[in-house]
């Protein structure tokens, strides 16, 4: 929960600072960057690799851990866009 919360600070710092261009850029760059890895998992076959993967971890790694992680990474990124937004 923590990790969404940081996701809208991040959204919302982008709307901040690029307005709704930005929003829309950050978006689209979702998106073209989420189907690239489909793409790339496909291709490569790794799919059953990544299911081993996340299959090996324990449930307090999965549940725990791994948005702590995301939680942490989108933290640091906001703040060092929040310091550079315009009131």
Do not use: C, H, Q
């Not at 940081?6 to 989420?34: E, H, N």
């Not at 307090?60 to 990124?77: E, H, I, Q």
């Amino acid at each position: 929960m923590l990790a969404f919360a940081f996701i809208g600070v991040a959204i919302g710092v982008v709307y901040k600072r690029w307005g709704t261009g930005g929003v829309w850029a950050l978006t689209l760059a979702t998106l073209v960057l989420s189907g690239a890895l489909v793409v790339l998992l496909t291709w490569r076959n790794w799919w059953d690799e990544l299911g081993a993967w996340l299959a090996d971890r324990s449930l307090v790694a999965l549940a725990v851990g791994l948005p702590a992680a995301v939680a942490v990474v989108v933290a640091a990124l906001s703040y060092a866009g929040i310091r550079r937004v315009v009131p």
